[in-house]
Nanobody, 127 residues
Framework: QVQLVESGGGLVQAGGSLRLSCAAS????????VGWFRQAPGKERECVAA????????YYADPAKGRFTSSRDNAKNTVDLQMNSLKPEDTAVYYC????????????????????WGQGTQVTVSS
């Protein structure tokens, strides 16, 4: 069983930055593909970013391109989502998710592709 604990959410003014961290217990992140999702009130869950287990392929949703960056630190067994130039429309609950995979060049953008999820952390961006 993999347990994911998210941190770093909070309140920030528009234009500010937040760094979300996802810490894993159990198996290390090195063998897992990672996804970041968010869900705002009244909206569908959205894949914000996804990264292959070897970091060779990365996906960012259009609203996140150029502003969000996902990275992993295998030594610390954490995955981070750096969010810059935040906008009010970025307000949502953010989730990290992982799945094991043998593929070194594959990312996953669909919720059903992931087996383990964090509890979510609230990000609120004020105008």
């Amino acid at each position: 069983q993999v347990q994911l604990v998210e941190s770093g959410g909070g309140l920030v003014q528009a234009g500010g930055s937040l760094r979300l961290s996802c810490a894993a217990s159990g198996r290390t992140f090195s063998t897992y593909a990672v996804g970041w999702f968010r869900q705002a009130p009244g909206k569908e869950r959205e894949c914000v970013a996804a990264i292959s287990r070897d970091n060779e392929l990365t996906y960012y949703a259009d609203p996140a391109k150029g502003r969000f960056t996902s990275s992993r630190d295998n030594a610390k067994n954490t995955v981070d989502l750096q969010m810059n130039s935040l906008k009010p429309e970025d307000t949502a609950v953010y989730y990290c998710a992982v799945r094991s995979t043998f593929f070194m060049n594959t990312y996953y953008r669909t919720s059903d592709d992931y087996y383990y999820w964090g509890q979510g952390t609230q990000v609120t961006v004020s105008s």
